[in-house]
C-alpha cells in the first residue's frame, strides 16, 4: 500500500499541505463565467482541447488560472503521476482485492506479460468470430448477448452506437432479469438461426443465468438439437463456464484483472467485434490507446481526462453540486449515459478511501442524462431556473449519423450550442418568472465523426476521467463491494427459509405472493 497509495502513506507528513490546497481551491473567490471571458479574451484557447477526433471546450466552466494552479498543485500531492504510472504498469493498484487494473493492456499499453496475454486472447477471439463467419455453427442470423453492468452496458453502448444498418448479424443484448425483456427477443428471433452469448466476469451473475436458462429452454422448445453447442462464453472464470457445459473451444477468456466496467476492450466485446466486425473492434482498440497515451505522456495543464477531473471536483467539492448531467446531442450515444453511471457511479461512489479511512468529501456526483432535443422540452428547465447547479456536458458529432435534409442536423447541433451559451449567459428581467440566472457551467464535446476510433478515445477519455476523480479523492474506483448487500438479502428471499426481513418487506413479499 505504501507505494501504490503513497498520499495515504505519508499522510502524516503533508496532510496540512494537502489541505491547504484544498483550502486554496475552496476559499479561492469566484468569478462568473462571462467575467471570466470578458477578463480572458484567449479564453476559449487556453481551456479548449483536441485529441483524437474530439474537441473538448472547458471554457464555459469555472475553471481559470489561479484554480488550476491549485489543482496541479493537489494533483501533485495525491501523486497522480505516481499512479497513473502503477495504473499503466500494472500495478496492484486495486488494493482491496490486491490485483491490478489492466483495460489498458487490452489497448496494448501496460506490463509486457499482460499485453502479450491481452494480444493473444484478442487473437483467439477474432479466430472464433471468423469460424463464425465461415459457418462453423450453422447458419447465424441472430445474436442473444446476455450480460448485465459491465457485461452488457459497453457493447450495448457500442452497438447502437456503431451500427450502420447493413450488419450481418441482428443482435438483442439483454441484461434485466424482468422476462420482458427477452421475451420480444425469443418471439421475433429464429432458434435454428440464434447464437447465444453468455458474457460474465465471474460467471456466476443471477440474471444473466437465469437468461441462459429460458433462451436455452426455448431453443430446446423450438427443436434446436445441440443448443450448448450454439453458446459462446466470455468470461474471467473460464473452468466454471467450462463447468456449465461450454466446450472450452466456444469460451473466450479474458483477465481478472480486467474490471467488468472497463471490460468492453475485452473478449466481452466479441458480440460487437461479430456485429460489427474486426476493424471496427480494432479502430475502438486504437482510439482508446491514444486517449492513453494522452493521458500517460501529457502535462496536467493540458491533460483532458485531470482537467475534466479538476472541473468535477471543483463543482463537486467547492460548489457542492450532487449531480452531473450529461446530454448527447446524438441519438447513437443515447446509451452513454447509462454507460457512465456504471463507470462513474460504481466506481466513486463510495465512502471509505482506498486506505480504510472514511472518506471526508463528497464522492462521485449522481451522473444522469439523456437525449438532445428531447431532455430540452423536459428536463431543462430545471438546469436553466432551478435552485440546483448542476455541471452540464454536452456531447455531439459534426458528421451526421442520418441521410436526411441538413436541417436536422444543422437544428440539432445549433440547439446544443445554444443550451451551453443560455446556461452561461442567462438573461436578466425584472419578472422573476422570465429571468435566466446564468453562470451556469457546461463542458462541450464536439466529435468530428462517430466511428470506432473516436468512440474508443472518448470511452478511454471517461475512464481516465474516473481514475483521476479517484486519485484525487483517494478512493480505489476498482472494487464494488456497495453492490454485495442487495445481492444477499435477495438471495436470503429466494431461500424462503422462514428467516424474517423487516415488516415492511415482509408485507411487500406477502402481498405479491401470498402463502
Ligand atoms: O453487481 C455488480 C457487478 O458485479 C458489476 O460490477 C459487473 O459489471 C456486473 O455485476 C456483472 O458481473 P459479471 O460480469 O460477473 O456477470
Known amino acids: 500500500m505504501a507505494e501504490i497509495w503513497g498520499v495515504q502513506v505519508f499522510r502524516n507528513k503533508q496532510k496540512e499541505y494537502i489541505l491547504d490546497h484544498w483550502n486554496a481551491i475552496e476559499t479561492q473567490p469566484a468569478t462568473t463565467l462571462t467575467s471570466l471571458f470578458e477578463e480572458n479574451p484567449d479564453r476559449v484557447a487556453q481551456f479548449s482541447h483536441e485529441q483524437s477526433g474530439i474537441y473538448f471546450d472547458f471554457s464555459k466552466t469555472h475553471l481559470e488560472k489561479g484554480l488550476l494552479e491549485n489543482f496541479l498543485k493537489l494533483a501533485e500531492d495525491k501523486g497522480l503521476a505516481d499512479q497513473i504510472e502503477a495504473l499503466m504498469t500494472g500495478v496492484a493498484i486495486n488494493i482491496s482485492e490486491e490485483r491490478a487494473a489492466e483495460h489498458t493492456a487490452e489497448r496494448g499499453i501496460g506490463a509486457e506479460t499482460s499485453v502479450e496475454n491481452a494480444r493473444l486472447l484478442k487473437n483467439r477471439m477474432q479466430g472464433l468470430v471468423q469460424a463464425i463467419e465461415a459457418g462453423v455453427l450453422g447458419d447465424i442470423e441472430h445474436i442473444i448477448h446476455l450480460g448485465i453492468g459491465g457485461s452488457a452496458l459497453g457493447p450495448e453502448l457500442l452497438l447502437e452506437a456503431l451500427k450502420i444498418g447493413d450488419e450481418k448479424y441482428e443482435t438483442a443484448a439483454i441484461s434485466n432479469i424482468d422476462g420482458s425483456a427477452l421475451e420480444p427477443v425469443l418471439e421475433r428471433f429464429d432458434a435454428h438461426k440464434t447464437l447465444l452469448v453468455v458474457a460474465s466476469k465471474s460467471f456466476t451473475t443471477a440474471e444473466t443465468f437465469l437468461n441462459a436458462r429460458s433462451v436455452i ?44 466496467r472497463y471490460s468492453l476492450w475485452s473478449s466481452i466485446g466479441f458480440s460487437v467485434a461479430l456485429t460489427l466486425g474486426m476493424e471496427v473492434f480494432d479502430d475502438l482498440l486504437a482510439g482508446a490507446a491514444e486517449m492513453d497515451q494522452h493521458f500517460k505522456d501529457t502535462s496536467f495543464d493540458q491533460n ?19 449531480t452531473r448531467a450529461v446530454f448527447a446531442y446524438d441519438e447513437r450515444l443515447k446509451l452513454l449515459p447509462d454507460y457512465l453511471q456504471q463507470l462513474e457511479m460504481e466506481s466513486n461512489g463510495k465512502s471509505v478511501m482506498a486506505d480504510g479511512k472514511p472518506l471526508d468529501r463528497h464522492s462521485s456526483p449522481i451522473v444522469w442524462g439523456g437525449v438532445g432535443t428531447d431532455a430540452q422540452h423536459a428536463v431543462f428547465q430545471l438546469l436553466h431556473q432551478g435552485t440546483h447547479l448542476v455541471p452540464v456536458e454536452f456531447l455531439a458529432v459534426i458528421e451526421p449519423g442520418h441521410l436526411l435534409a441538413e436541417e436536422h442536423h444543422h437544428g440539432l447541433l445549433l440547439n446544443c450550442f445554444a443550451q451551453g451559451a443560455a446556461l452561461m449567459t442567462g438573461k436578466k428581467s425584472d419578472d422573476p418568472n422570465r429571468n435566466y440566472p446564468g453562470d451556469r457551467p457546461s463542458v462541450t464535446l464536439l466529435l468530428d465523426d462517430l466511428d470506432g476510433k473516436t468512440l474508443g478515445a472518448l470511452i478511454a477519455f471517461y475512464e481516465h476521467r474516473t481514475f483521476a476523480n479517484a486519485v484525487l479523492l483517494g478512493i480505489n474506483p476498482y472494487d464494488q463491494f456497495g453492490v454485495e448487500l442487495g445481492k444477499e438479502m435477495t438471495n436470503a428471499l429466494l431461500a424462503d427459509d422462514g428467516n424474517q426481513m423487516d415488516p415492511s418487506t415482509e408485507i411487500l413479499k406477502n402481498r405479491a405472493f401470498p402463502a
Open 217 to 260: 429452454e426455448w431453443m430446446t422448445e423450438q427443436g434446436v438439437s445441440d443448443p450448448f453447442g450454439k453458446i459462446i462464453a466470455l468470461t474471467a472464470m473460464p473452468e466454471k463456464a467450462v463447468e456449465w457445459g461450454i466446450d472450452e473451444s466456444r469460451i473466450l477468456p479474458f483477465s481478472e484483472t480486467v474490471g467488468g
Open 304 to 322: 483532458i481526462p485531470v482537467i475534466a477531473a479538476f472541473c468535477d471536483q471543483y463543482y463537486s467539492q467547492v460548489r457542492n453540486c450532487e
